[in-house]
Every structure is written in C-alpha cells, then in structure tokens.
C-alpha cells in the first residue's frame, strides 16, 4: 500500500509570516493525485489544495501553494500571509489513479497561528 | 443535503453493545467511504461503495465491523460487540463518482467512546 508521511507532528507560524508543511509519499503508480486537507476543530475535513501528478506546475489557491517534486516523492505545503483561522491539523493525502478508490492520510501537522 | 451529514455527533457506550453510525451523503454523490480516525491519527480507509454494492472492503478490521447502503444514498456503519479499541471519530464522506479525480467531501464525524 502506499503511505504518506509527515514528519512536523506540530508547526507555529506568526501571523502574516509563512510556513511551509512537508509530506513526503511513496509510490510505484505514475499517475496519481495529491491533496491537503484542512481538519479544524469542528474535525470537518475541508480541501485546500490539489495536485495532478501529471502537471509539471505547482498548484496555487489564493494564500496556499504547493511543491510538488514528484521525483523526490515531496509534495509540501506554503501558507503565505498566515491568518488564525489557518489554524488546524492539516494532512497531506494520496489517491491512486488506477486504485482510486483508497485516499491515503498522513498522520497530520499541527499548526498553531500566534497573533 | 447541502453537506455531508454525521449522526450521531457523539456515542458513549459499554464494552460488548451494539452501535450504529449513520451517514447521510451529498445528494447525487454515488461513491461513499468509511474512515476511522483514532487520536492523533490521519484517517484510516474502512470501506469504499459505489452505489449500493461495497466496492472495497479491505479496510475493516474484522467481522464485527459491517456497513450497509441499501438505496445508494444513506449508509451506516455497525460495530458488533464493540471494544475499547473501537473508540475513535468515524468519519464519512462522499464523492460525485468512482474513480474520480476530485476531492472527497466530509461530515463532521462521530466520536465513538467505549467505556
């Protein structure tokens, strides 16, 4: 099975600054989506951003940002000009394109936004 | 709906009942996943519908663990004799169809806690 790994179980940004969030996957498949997902306290789990492995550019949703390098098996988050309802779990995920059926979660980074 | 719906919100019950979980997906959605999530856990893949039949059920940990859609929409997931184990956020979501490239949509979950 694949996995996904996020190494950071906590990050802290000031507000307005930015942080980055790490996720690296592994993977024989060539064709596959990436995601993050936002989980608040509410514990609803709201998509930030996704990523076709088969598009070289990076995709881009207002503040978030990614970096996808897809021979390093790397896809890492920027939040830009952080804000404190940035603040949540954040999980990195991975779906397959032929065995599409099964999202595949890290196990979260923690993010704490101080005023 | 307007979302993915959870119910119950909260289950506290005793070692060895019955529980019933509930979820009501975004109309229109054909595809309908189970996940567990345990305490400082990403999500954990527990079955995968499409319709009304199981696509994938290689998640569940073992009998006791069985989860129903009759009519393609509304699903519930059932935990027989239930361990303290078993206490963790159910999360459910839904996607507008199989082998999609999108993202999924979530409910808010439902805390199971066995005493």
């Known amino acids: 099975a694949q996995t996904v790994t996020q190494s950071q179980p906590e990050m802290s940004v000031q507000e307005a600054e930015t942080v980055t969030l790490s996720c690296t996957y592994d993977?024989?498949?060539?064709?596959?989506?990436l995601f993050w997902y936002k989980q608040p306290p509410s514990r609803q789990m709201i998509l930030v951003i996704r990523?076709?492995?088969?598009?070289?550019q990076n995709a881009t949703e207002n503040r978030f940002s990614v970096n996808f390098q897809k021979a390093a098996k790397s896809f890492s988050l920027k939040i830009s000009d952080s804000q404190l309802g940035d603040a949540a779990m954040y999980f990195c995920?991975?779906?397959?394109?032929?065995?599409?059926?099964?999202?595949?979660f890290g196990t979260g980074t923690s993010l704490t936004v101080i005023p | 709906g307007a979302g993915v719906s959870q119910t119950p919100s909260n289950k506290v019950t005793e070692k060895g009942k019955y529980v019933e979980l509930r979820c009501d997906p975004i109309?229109?959605?054909?595809?309908l996943y189970w996940y567990r999530q345990s305490l400082g856990q990403g999500p954990e893949f527990l079955i995968y519908?499409?319709?009304?039949?199981?696509?994938?059920d290689s998640g569940l940990p073992n009998d006791r663990f069985f989860a129903v859609r009759p009519e393609g929409s509304v699903s519930t997931l059932k935990i027989q004799r239930t361990e303290r184990g078993d206490s963790a956020v159910y999360l459910c979501?839904?996607?507008?169809?199989?082998?999609?490239?999108?993202?999924?949509?979530f409910g808010e979950g439902s805390r199971l806690t066995v005493l």
């Open positions: 990523q076709e492995a088969y598009k070289q």
């Open positions: 993977t024989s498949e060539s064709d596959y989506y």
């Open positions: 109309s229109g959605h054909t595809a």
């Open positions: 995920a991975y779906r397959g394109g032929w065995t599409g059926n099964q999202f595949y």
């Open positions: 519908f499409q319709g009304t039949g199981a696509a994938d």
């Open positions: 979501a839904s996607s507008p169809q199989s082998q999609a490239t999108g993202e999924l949509f």
